[in-house]
């Protein structure tokens, strides 16, 4: 009989065989921009989590940084006044998100800054890209616009610029214009992002639930398994540096296969909004240990094979480390 339970006898026998572990430094926290000044507003689908002017994330990334969290990924939130069919105000010379890449970069250079490449939030549609006479995404009239939006981002100092789109061909696109303008500000693709129900409170901090319809028709359906891993291996052959899994909980499979298919390319996986309120109501109901839940949930995704991992949990994990 092969005995198991001496490995766990007991926390100091469990922590030594424990052979999955996740540093701060592989966290990224996820921030959302506004305009303004002294603005803090929490969100209230995402308890915790707010969005910020500039003047106050510059703040907010310090205590970050002293909890050990050197890594963010920015989301900027206009007004509807500013939105149009095109999206505009998100690639425009002094935009929000550039103004804050720069204002972030000025405080904390050590800090990798990521930024969301994406027209969603700033089309009055609410739709990720430039629309057809049929009210369709239309692909490849999108792919200038993203292009330019990450110039505009890698410009002001970006270290990552990450389309979250899903259109076809929208690393080649980006590559092209950042080398054109002489700049080789490396990308991380979303690159395996599903039509999922997990973003319904994302769109309400971001404020760009769309106007009609779905993404369906450019986020991938749930029911596949093997479109995921083509998707990463067109993104990494167009150029991207990083890739990733979204969401993360209920596409652990999905992690398992892109660790084991593309070994030399680094995986970040997204713990989705709702995979975060999903657990803080939870645990507010009383009905699980928050603490322990989230931390259980991270070395999962840990576990599957990610390296770095997007989370609102970042700052909650990064304290029950230093403790």
């Given at each position: 009989m092969k005995r198991f339970r001496p490995y766990r006898v007991n926390q100091e026998t469990r922590d030594r065989y424990a052979d999955v572990h996740l540093p701060v430094q592989a966290l990224i926290y996820p921030y959302f921009v506004v305009e303004g000044m002294g603005v803090k507003?929490?969100?209230?689908?995402?308890?915790?989590?707010?969005?910020?002017?500039?003047?106050?994330?510059?703040?907010?990334?310090?205590?970050?940084?002293?909890?050990?969290?050197?890594?963010?990924?920015?989301?900027g939130v206009v007004d509807n006044a500013v939105k149009d069919s095109s999206g505009s105000a998100?690639?425009?010379?002094?935009?929000?998100?550039?103004?804050?890449?720069?204002?972030?970069?000025?405080?904390?250079?050590?800090?990798t800054v990521i930024t969301d490449v994406c027209l969603c939030e700033y089309t009055d549609h609410g739709h990720c890209g430039l629309l057809d006479p049929h009210h369709d995404v239309e692909n490849d009239t999108t792919l200038p616009l993203l292009a330019e939006m990450a110039f505009r981002?890698?410009?002001?100092?970006?270290?990552?610029?990450?389309?979250?789109?899903?259109?076809?061909?929208?690393?080649?696109?980006?590559?092209?214009?950042?080398?054109?303008?002489?700049?080789?500000?490396?990308?991380?693709?979303?690159?395996?992002?599903?039509?999922?129900?997990?973003?319904g409170p994302f769109r309400d901090a971001a404020q760009s639930v769309?106007?009609?319809g779905d993404r369906k028709s450019y986020q991938m359906d749930f029911r596949t398994s093997g479109q995921g891993l083509e998707e990463i291996e067109a993104d990494?052959?167009?150029?991207?540096?990083?890739?990733?899994?979204?969401?993360?909980?209920?596409?652990?499979?999905?992690?398992?296969?892109a660790r084991s298919r593309f070994t030399e390319t680094p995986l970040v996986v997204y713990q989705v909004s709702g995979e975060y309120s999903?657990?803080?109501?939870?645990?507010?109901?009383?009905?699980?240990?928050?603490?322990?839940?989230?931390?259980?949930?991270?070395?999962?995704?840990?576990?599957?094979?990610?390296?770095?991992?997007?989370t609102y949990y970042a700052k909650e994990y990064a304290k029950l480390w230093k403790e």
């Open positions: 507003e929490e969100i209230g689908s995402m308890p915790g989590v707010f969005r910020y002017s500039i003047d106050l994330l510059t703040e907010d990334v310090g205590e970050a940084l002293s909890l050990g969290i050197d890594k963010i990924l920015l989301f998100g690639y425009a010379p002094d935009l929000l998100i550039v103004r804050a890449v720069r204002a972030v970069k000025a405080a904390f250079p050590q800090v981002h890698a410009e002001a100092g970006a270290d990552f610029v990450a389309p979250s789109s899903m259109m076809d061909g929208q690393i080649e696109a980006i590559k092209k214009r950042l080398a054109a303008a002489g700049l080789s500000t490396p990308v991380l693709a979303y690159s395996a992002k599903y039509a999922s129900a997990f973003y769309p106007g009609f990494i052959a167009e150029g991207a540096a990083w890739v990733m899994v979204k969401p993360a909980m209920a596409y652990l499979d999905i992690i398992v296969r999903m657990l803080k109501a939870a645990a507010q109901a009383g009905y699980l240990d928050e603490e322990r839940t989230f931390y259980e949930s991270l070395i999962a995704i840990r576990r599957a094979g990610a390296d770095y991992i997007i």
